[in-house]
């Protein structure tokens, strides 16, 4: 190649590379006109509450005072993490409870308009040792009052809605069994092998009552009186889990709330478990209420059961 060719070549390379630096090179990029917009949220003041609602309620008592870990945290109900979990697991929720010096029976956690039969209530003006909020400081005068008024405007939901009542199943708020030779024979106390949650023990050729304790009051105006009951049965069976091939047994007399149901005991050799199960109905459920259940836990159906000696 002759120095001619050469330097056309040198000159050919420069210009393309010449040309490659220059279509390399970065473009301006536009001004984005959003760069300077203040993305962070500003400080936002919200109106406080009214205390007398479920809202002010929960912001300021049922949250902050009760929904401590391993309370009313979801641990156990009424389960105050949120406005609708506290609405949820108060508002005509059934409990059977005594006061804590066993005086009054309540039937629910709190009944709109009766602040008196308002389980809640109770437990935040006992005056024994055992108040809510558990191992801390009384709510004042104040702010008990509040919880006071929200039940007797109705207890509103947190859209302001008032709660309706809901058309709940009858409940068993327990049993008793007696000698119907004399009333004042206890026979459910004596557990066998003194052990609470075994059957209780009863001689064979005994003659027992068992008096059953129903209820079916929500406000104590539009429940159905026990009395109406179109069920009121106790089904016996060996087996504590089939119920399906029972002996049926009707309540047979009714007063102040407690229907009777006669058992000779009799129809079993001795060393025989006998489970039981109680059946009422209110004449607005197509299902009777049963206690105990198919899904309770073996020893509670334990304690429905006696053991003929």
Request: aromatic fraction near 12%; charge should be negative.
């Amino acid at each position: 190649m002759n120095k001619k060719s050469i330097i056309r070549s040198l000159f050919l390379f420069c210009s393309v590379l010449a040309f490659m630096l220059v279509s390399c090179t970065k473009e301006d990029v536009p001004e984005n006109p959003y760069d300077e917009v203040d993305y962070s949220t500003p400080g936002q003041s919200f109106p406080e509450p009214d205390p007398n609602t479920i809202t002010g309620l929960h912001k300021n008592i049922f949250f902050p005072k009760c929904a401590n870990p391993g309370c009313h945290d979801g641990t156990f109900e009424p389960d105050f993490r949120t406005i609708e979990s506290s609405y949820a697991t108060l508002v005509y929720q059934p409990v059977n409870k005594l006061t804590l010096d066993s005086v009054k029976i309540y039937s629910h956690r709190v009944i709109p308009n009766n602040v008196d039969d308002s389980w809640l209530v109770e437990r935040l003006t006992t005056s024994t040792t055992e108040y809510m909020p558990s191992n801390a400081t009384r709510l004042s005068a104040s702010e008990i009052n509040h919880v006071k008024n929200w039940i007797n405007g109705g207890c509103k939901d947190m859209n302001g809605n008032i709660a309706i009542k809901p058309n709940l199943p009858p409940n068993i708020i327990g049993y008793v069994a007696v000698d119907s030779a004399d009333f004042n024979i206890r026979l459910d106390t004596n557990r066998l092998n003194n052990f609470p949650v075994n059957p209780f023990v009863v001689n064979q050729g005994t003659k027992m009552l068992i008096a059953i304790v129903a209820t079916d009051t929500a406000d104590g105006s539009t429940a159905t009186d026990p009395a109406n009951f179109t069920v009121k049965k106790i089904k016996l069976s060996l087996d504590k889990n089939d119920f399906s091939a029972a002996t049926t047994v009707s309540a047979y007399f009714y007063f102040s709330g407690i229907w009777l149901v006669y058992i000779p005991v009799n129809s079993w050799v001795s060393g025989t478990t006998v489970y039981f199960r109680i059946y009422v109905n209110d004449g607005h459920h197509t299902t009777d209420s049963e206690f105990p259940r198919n899904g309770s836990m073996d020893y509670y159906k334990t304690l429905y059961a006696f053991y003929v000696q």
